[in-house]
């Protein structure tokens, strides 16, 4: 006779999992919100009202940002922006690998939680080091004139360019090679997995990479559509997280790679 009953380790194990699980998604939601709350109420900037949606009337024609010469203070504020801006529109995309990593930790290790911190932050310092780069285009599309008041390019050769080069990269080999390691989170953590905090730091360092790799260019379209642009923000967010979880994820890259070019042509004509 069998008896179905659960033992008290596995009901243990269990509660473990429960909370463990819990804890992480609370921490997710936690970071995810404090860094859209900082970006949504303009990311320390002075700016008027309508400024981040495109609006705001007559004060679009004078200088809709309070922005200040660029020197190594105001490359700092600018950086943190960046890096906040990053982990508001990327750690959504990742909780899934954070969450799966989680679990197993519990089951394969001694369950520290510090481990799952680590690779994290790891994957946050992935993308504070595209946030250096992408200061620095910043500061020198502005000292350039290249980009307007309100951090768009005020370039039709340039915008098109970008938007053409985001469509190729969505069609390279690269790019879904990427995209398909983000997809399959299992995959990754079984073949690459590093005892220690230490060894979660570098898991998390290795994922932000192939996450950089699959939507890098995707994020440098903010300088097309407004580096504080609302809507473009939450729509790069919410299309990456489409890609990386729905079941016709690539389909979606490749579509959108082909639409994107099209797109930056007829930018380019016009």
């Not at 595209?130 to 050769?157: D, K, R, V």
């Not at 570098?202 to 407004?226: D, I, K, Q, S």
Request: proline share 3%.
């Amino acid at each position: 006779m069998t008896s179905t009953s659960r033992t008290p380790v596995s009901g243990g194990l269990e509660r473990m999992l429960r909370r463990d699980r819990m804890i992480a998604i609370g921490s997710l939601v936690f970071v995810v919100a404090l860094s859209w709350v900082y970006t949504l109420s303009g990311a320390g900037m002075s700016m008027p009202d309508g400024a981040m949606t495109g609006g705001g009337g007559a004060q679009m024609s004078d200088m809709m940002m309070s922005r200040g010469a660029w020197d190594l203070e105001y490359a700092a504020l600018m950086l943190i922006m960046w890096c906040v801006m990053m982990v508001a529109m990327m750690l959504p995309s990742a909780a899934p690998m954070i969450l799966l990593y989680t679990a197993l930790n519990r089951k394969r290790a001694d369950g520290s939680l510090w481990r799952v911190a680590a690779f994290g932050f790891a994957y946050a310092v992935a993308w504070a080091g595209f946030s250096i780069l992408a200061t620095g285009a910043q500061w020198a599309l502005e000292e350039s004139a290249l980009m307007s008041p309100m951090m768009e390019t005020s370039s039709a050769y340039m915008g098109g360019a970008l938007l053409i080069a985001a469509g190729v990269w969505q069609l390279t080999p690269l790019k879904h090679a990427c995209l398909r390691h983000c997809r399959a989170p299992i995959v990754f953590i079984v073949q690459r997995w590093r005892e220690g905090v230490g060894g979660g730091f570098l898991m998390g360092l290795e994922h932000g990479a192939f996450c950089l790799g699959c939507c890098w260019v995707l994020m440098a379209l903010l300088f097309y559509g407004g580096v504080m642009n609302l809507f473009w923000i939450l729509g790069l967010a919410v299309y990456v997280l489409l890609e990386k979880t729905v079941p016709a994820g690539h389909f979606l890259s490749r579509g959108t790679g082909a639409f994107l070019i099209v797109w930056g042509v007829w930018v380019i004509s016009a």
